[in-house]
Structures are given as C-alpha cells and as structure tokens.
C-alpha cells in the first residue's frame, strides 16, 4: 500500500512551452501533497505544500506564477511548469501524506518516482 | 534554525563490512522525526528508518540501525553487512512538528559498496 505515481516519468520540451506533471497517490487519500526539486547530485529541495482544496503554500524564493500547483483532488495534485526555460531543466518530486495521520507516527510521507524535466 | 547536515560527501566501503553514514540536526521543537532515504540512479526515494524524538529505543529496520544521540543532536545510520545493491546517495532528513509537516533534507552521502 502507500504509493504515489508521477506522470511523466520523463519529458523534453522547447523553451517557451508549459509542462505539467501529475502527482497521484493511488491506495490512500491525501489532502497534503508536496512538491520537490532536484539539481544532479543535489539534495531535495521543497518547492511548495499542496493542499486539496486551497492555494499551495511556496517555499521562499519560488516564484508562484512559474510553478502552478492545483491539488483538486485527495489523490492528485499537479504542478505546471509554465513557460519552461532550460534552468527549469531538474528532477521533479512529489510526496503525499497520508490522510489522518497525526503527524507523530513513523512514515506518513511517501514519494512518487520523479520525473525529469529537460527544457531545451 | 531548523538543519539537517550530512558532512560526508562521499564515503567506501568493502562489501559485507559495516558503514556508519553520519547526520547531525538542529532544531528546537521537542517533537520531531528523523528519516533516512536511500536514493539509487533511478531517483526514487526509499524509506529505510524513522526515528521519533521522543523514542527511546534506537531504530533498526534489518541492515539498518540509526544511532540515535539526541543530546549531540546526532542521528546516525549504520548499515551492516554491506551489499553492492546499497550503492546510492543517501538522504537524511527531518519532519518538523510545526502544523505543516514538511520535511528538511541534507545534502546526502554517495555510499559506494566495493566488491
């Protein structure tokens, strides 16, 4: 039980485009989902908090316009990349919490596969 | 404020042999969580021990043991009985207890099993 599907797994695009990439948890519902970014041999980043239902919350220095983030659903947030440029180029995490956790037990968080963005 | 650090960049180790991979923390919520994730080239993130502020017990999850010293703020992994397939970067990271449950990541240590 407990997992998390990203589509795509992979994806070139042409700078100017948009991309958007699914986050799906598909045994269990999540009302928090969070996104993740990561340069090559780079730790994970933490982009924004998704919350189904209502706007996302950004981390500092992330630009809300560039990165769109809906979470219609207790099991699928996106996140659009929007007019895509070559340093966007990055491997894109998500992760979902479980719903109805309290927070205090062991592993409520649980990771979707990535997938790697390539903006030529 | 709230930091996980991994000062190990890089670390060997011959096969069959235990490793100890290093993680230090900071923060001053009482109520926290400690993760490790292993990462191959694939990129998929996988959980491998969960250690909670208040346990008093350390964690071991089968080859995978977590030194737990909270006064050094310390929660180190040891893996024994090393195989090729724990060839990865390794992650160690925090959940804050703050109401957002977000987790902060270290930097990582590329762990390399020598045959």
């Known amino acids: 039980g407990a997992v998390v599907s990203q589509h795509p797994s992979w994806v070139i695009c042409k700078s100017g485009t948009s991309v958007k990439i699914e986050c799906r948890s598909l045994?269990?519902?999540?009302?928090?989902m969070f996104w993740y970014r990561q340069f090559p041999k780079q730790s994970l980043m933490l982009m924004a908090t998704s919350n189904e239902g209502s706007k996302a919350t950004y981390e500092q220095g992330v630009e809300k316009d560039k990165f769109l983030i809906n979470h219609a659903s207790l099991t699928l947030s996106t996140l659009t990349v929007t007019s895509a440029h070559p340093e966007d180029s990055s491997f894109y995490i998500c992760s979902a919490r479980l719903t109805g956790t309290s927070g205090t037990s062991y592993n409520e968080q649980f990771f979707g596969p990535g997938t790697r963005l390539t903006v030529l | 404020a709230q930091k996980i650090t991994q000062t190990q960049p890089g670390m060997f180790v011959q096969e069959k042999e235990a490793v100890t991979l290093d993680c230090t923390y900071d923060?001053?919520?009482?109520?926290?969580?400690l993760f490790w994730y292993k990462q191959p080239s694939s990129g998929e993130m996988i959980f491998l021990i969960y250690q909670g502020s208040y346990d008093q017990q350390n964690a071991t999850e089968g080859r995978y043991s977590l030194n737990f010293q909270k006064a050094r703020k310390s929660a180190n992994l040891v893996i024994s009985a090393s195989q090729l397939g724990d060839s990865a970067m390794y992650f160690c990271?925090?959940?804050?207890?703050?109401?957002?449950?977000?987790?902060?990541f270290g930097t990582g240590t590329r762990l390399k099993v020598l045959a």
């Open positions: 923060t001053s919520d009482p109520s926290y969580g």
């Open positions: 990271a925090m959940r804050l207890s703050s109401g957002t449950y977000k987790y902060i």
């Open positions: 045994d269990f519902q999540a009302t928090t």
